[in-house]
């Protein structure tokens, strides 16, 4: 369904939207699929860094470095590093995953505050928040800032693949315990910003739209102006200027604590993205009330609602013309 069908949206949501590792947590969120099965993590890490160009010198030369870790997952579990690592076992892990401070009780707080503000309920104003990592979306779903989230985008990796001769009828089996074998679905940092298309166009609440459809900013039903992204760094920046160029706002994030250097690192990288205006404002990834990073996503957020609320006023108005009243006589008047 398209706008010219008649889908009207009252564009009064607040989209709040996350990046998760190192903007949600301090490191990746592999981490406890790491310590379950005893494998050191910088060396994984390492051998992900070294995959493009093992497959360039195997005439693969697009293999993939966003992503490229998905397919090294699956190679540990067929290799039987990760055994029997599935689907309701990321979940299961993703129960370990520890957030930055103030975390997931901040994402809470932030709804009530808009949510629960006498004027901004005469407008049915909500905030919603998203996550869009290229993450695992299972662990994310199995982590503790689940219930806060409207929706996760991340990469999806199958137990089970589709026999040949499918048909829609065919019975599938369960494959949640079933050992991953294949990618459903990856997301990079690129293909992040269609994540933001399909929040600003409603897709994930209409999958009826198409989000590649033509559909004019006022029948969209999340706006732009409406949104924050909140990310830590350089490789968020395509999401960064889509918001930007659309009113958006953005907040970079470096680790409040930590080993100096590496806290150093984060720092001058948000720093330089502020300078380079690729981003509106960043701190510490600490979200506890008082804090400068609490204080500022909580007045952004409260500043759209409020600019919500004022245009629905003006159109109000504007809507309802003044009300005829009876002339009152004056002493000049004739009887």
């Known amino acids: 369904m398209s706008s010219s069908d008649g889908l009207v949206f009252l564009q009064n949501v607040i989209a709040v939207i996350w990046d998760f590792d190192k903007t949600l947590i301090p490191g990746y969120m592999q981490v406890p699929i790491f310590e379950r099965y005893d494998v050191d993590g910088p060396t994984f890490w390492k051998e992900v860094n070294a995959l493009p160009a093992f497959y360039k010198e195997h005439g693969h030369p697009l293999f993939p470095n966003d992503i490229g870790y998905l397919s090294h997952v699956l190679t540990y579990i067929r290799e039987g590093i990760f055994d029997g690592l599935s689907n309701s076992g990321l979940r299961e892990l993703g129960q370990k995953i520890e957030f930055f401070p103030g975390l997931p009780d901040f994402f809470g707080e932030m709804k009530r505050n808009i949510e629960d503000n006498p004027e901004y309920r005469k407008c049915d104003i909500t905030l919603e928040h998203y996550v869009v990592s290229t993450g695992l979306r299972q662990m994310i779903l199995g982590s503790a800032i689940a219930p806060h989230v409207e929706d996760v985008w991340a990469c999806e990796l199958l137990g089970i693949n589709a026999p040949p001769g499918l048909q829609s009828d065919t019975a599938a089996t369960p494959a949640e315990d ?57 490789s968020d920046v395509p999401v960064f200027s889509v918001l930007n160029q659309n009113g958006g706002k953005t907040y970079a994030v470096y680790p409040p604590d930590g080993p100096e250097k590496e ?18 404002e960043f701190g510490e990834a600490d979200y506890r009330p008082g804090t400068h990073t609490n204080r500022c996503i909580t007045t952004w957020a409260d500043s759209i609602a409020k600019r919500i609320t004022d ?25």
């Not at 806290?263 to 509106?280: H, I, N, P, S």
């Open 178 to 234: 079933a050992p991953l074998i294949s990618i459903a679905y990856a997301i990079d940092n690129t293909t992040k910003t269609r994540a933001i298309f399909e929040i600003n166009k409603g897709v994930n609440r209409h999958p009826e739209i198409d989000v590649n459809a033509k559909m004019e900013p006022e029948a969209r039903r999340v706006p732009f102006e409406n949104m924050i992204y909140i990310a830590d760094g350089p």
């Open 311 to 335: 245009g629905w006023q003006a159109r109000l108005r504007s809507t309802v013309g003044a009300v005829p009243k009876h002339i009152v006589p004056t002493a000049t008047d004739p009887e």
């Open 263 to 280: 806290v150093d690192t984060a720092f001058r990288q948000v720093r330089v993205l502020r300078e380079q205006g690729r981003v509106m």
